[in-house]
């Protein structure tokens, strides 16, 4: 363990094999005004002692809203020796007169080569038969035994934070299909943009708009340079529900079903997020466009004989993770639109 790791926030440090009997002293100290919850096992991985902390933060804040037994696993592989340790945790949140709803965590630090003891962690210490939600943060690990996705009911990831997104796609595609897995594979990063094809939706929803959408032929969006996969994921997206082929890489040219070009831009920018979008036809154009720190995307429609709209729409933080991961919790646990989307611009990743 780094000297200089100052592990109070993480709980009462307890030794791996007496996790359970320690929880259970918790629960009996609280002499009733303390209610254990859990509707699911959250567990976390991470790379980093800073990370470990950050994610304690977090779900102490997330606990507010959905019950679990949290487990955050940080692994170290660079340690000079081996070592495991254990922590135990409740965060408890009041509800109502005197009583405190409480959620537990267990954090454990990994050093040195893990081996078997990764896997047989997390399966140890899950709360009975609730189902598992796994959050692993950063790149998907070549050393990864794939008979751990089996035991997975949903997968989150974040392209986002991925250095070689093409390479870790393929790698958890291989993963998964090795194990025949069949959980939700769940990304942040396409959450970012939910919001935003929330909007599109909305849009062409109007009897007036949809006949353009089917005659697009330039989309094109401002992100931040961070935000590049995401704008690709929206444009996988709108290629999947529209049908559309990739025809060219460089520039991105897909076809529509009639076999018209359609150019799609992307444009680095200095604002957070997505920012900017403005899908065109040959007679109109819809653009969105989203300020810093504003909960709403403005919209203006210009229509064939000077007809102009103006119209605001729902966004979303794309930056705060807390509220990712909430809008996650209430997602359907399916993978359909998003593989397809994702199918649609993985080459140009």
């Known amino acids: 363990m780094p000297a200089n790791f100052d592990s109070t926030s993480l709980g009462e440090p307890v030794a791996i094999g007496q996790i359970n009997r320690e929880l259970k002293k918790i629960w009996d100290t609280g002499e009733g005004t303390l209610t254990r919850a859990s509707l699911i096992n959250l567990a976390v991985y991470c790379r980093s002692t800073e990370a470990l902390l950050e994610n304690t933060e977090l779900i102490s804040e997330f606990t507010r809203t959905h019950a679990c037994r949290a487990l955050v696993i940080c692994v ?5 020796k081996p070592n495991a340790s254990a922590w135990i945790n409740a965060h408890c949140h009041l509800s109502g007169g005197s009583k405190h709803v409480c959620c537990e965590q267990i954090s454990f630090l990994l050093e040195g080569e893990i081996k078997g003891r990764f896997t047989n962690i997390v399966f140890a210490n899950l709360d009975s038969d609730l189902p598992l939600y796994f959050w692993w943060q950063g790149d998907i690990s070549e050393n990864l035994n794939p008979h751990l996705w089996a035991w997975i009911d949903r997968l989150l990831v974040d392209s986002i934070a991925w250095r070689d997104p093409k390479a870790q796609f393929a790698r958890l595609r291989a993963s998964l299909a090795e194990a025949k897995s069949q959980l939700a594979l769940r990304d942040l990063n396409w959450t970012r943009s939910l919001a935003l094809r929330q909007a599109i939706s909305q849009i062409f929803d109007h009897p007036e708009n949809q006949p ?8 094109s969006m401002m992100h931040a340079p961070q935000n590049r996969s995401t704008a690709l994921l929206f444009i996988g997206w709108l290629a999947g529900q529209m049908k559309w082929k990739l025809k060219s890489e460089s520039p991105i040219v897909f076809t529509d079903e009639d076999g018209g070009d ?5 444009q680095p920018s200095n604002s957070p997020g997505l920012s900017r979008i403005t ?7 819809f653009a969105l466009r989203h300020e810093p720190k504003s909960s709403f995307y403005q919209a203006t429609l210009n229509l064939p004989g000077g007809h102009n709209y103006h119209a605001i729409y729902p966004a979303c933080s794309e930056d705060n993770i807390l509220s990712l991961l909430d809008e996650e919790m209430g997602r359907a646990n399916t993978s359909e639109i998003y593989l397809r989307s994702l199918g649609k611009i993985e080459s140009l990743l």
Do not use: G, M, Q
Request: glycine fraction near 0%; hydrophobic fraction near 50%.
């Open 212 to 219: 353009h959408l089917l005659r697009l032929r330039r989309v």
């Open 262 to 266: 359609v150019v799609i831009e992307l």
């Open 76 to 80: 170290v592989r660079n340690a000079p």
């Open 279 to 285: 899908l065109a036809s040959d007679e109109a154009t």
